[in-house]
């Protein structure tokens, strides 16, 4: 079966500090993956995705960045934390349309457990 | 999107009552809708799915209900227990390949005991 792992769970960083979040996914390969930020009590605000090794689509425009080093692992990260980056990190993952060998539907994306960040 | 801003909207269920939690989605093309349920703390986790030939389709306690004319997504709870307390969020794919679902702005189901 397929799992997906991120770390830490929980961050408290202060404000100007460096960043980096890991997702890696086990059980699938050439999966797409996702990084996601819901703020307390709001929606989920699509960060990043990537369909394939080196390969990032941007939706916010943000001090954030995201790489994908290797098929199964996508990295968040960020140069110098702002207080407005707090939040809860969500990483997704979902396989590519036409993917076989797996149940359910290709569309279907699958969250991670998350990542609180606290910056003071 | 300018929904991820807003502050959840609630609905609160007598434990044991009927639970419909509802969304509207935006794009006629989508083909594929999902409900998630996200409790305190953790991430969104798979309810049930639905494609876009279908108007209906049953789950454990839980039924999806598609209309396609008017855009409309509903999500039925039968019986509601105090574990069904949670964050609920519609998300649909608008039919293209390998691109991100679209999330609704979720619905905060609150089950009074």
């Known amino acids: 079966s397929q799992t997906i792992h991120q770390w830490p769970a929980t961050l408290v960083q202060p404000v100007g500090s460096p960043l980096s979040l890991e997702c890696t996914v086990e059980g699938t390969s050439n999966p797409n993956l996702y990084w996601y930020r819901q703020a307390a009590g709001r929606g989920l605000q699509l960060l990043f995705y990537s369909v394939g090794i080196g390969q990032i689509s941007s939706e916010v425009p943000q001090n954030l960045s995201a790489s994908r080093p290797q098929d199964r692992q996508f990295i968040l990260s960020s140069k110098k934390l702002l207080l407005s980056d707090s939040g809860f990190y969500l990483c997704a993952w979902s396989r590519k349309q036409g993917a076989q060998g797996l149940a359910g539907s290709w569309e279907t994306q699958y969250f991670g457990p998350g990542t609180r960040l606290l910056v003071l | 999107g300018e929904s991820v801003g807003l502050h959840l909207p609630t609905l609160s269920v007598q434990e044991g009552d009927n639970s419909i939690i509802n969304c509207a989605y935006s794009?006629?093309?989508?083909?594929?809708f999902i409900w998630y349920k996200q409790e305190s703390g953790k991430g969104p986790q798979f309810i049930i799915d639905?494609?876009?030939?279908?108007d209906k389709r049953q789950g454990q306690r839980v039924t999806v209900l598609l209309n396609k004319t008017v855009k409309h997504l509903s999500l039925q709870i039968a019986a509601t227990q105090p574990g069904d307390s949670a964050v609920y969020f519609c998300a649909e794919n608008m039919g293209a390949g390998n691109t991100p679902l679209v999330f609704g702005k979720g619905t905060r189901l609150s089950v009074i005991a």
């Open positions: 639905i494609r876009s030939n279908m």
């Open positions: 794009n006629s093309a989508s083909d594929y």
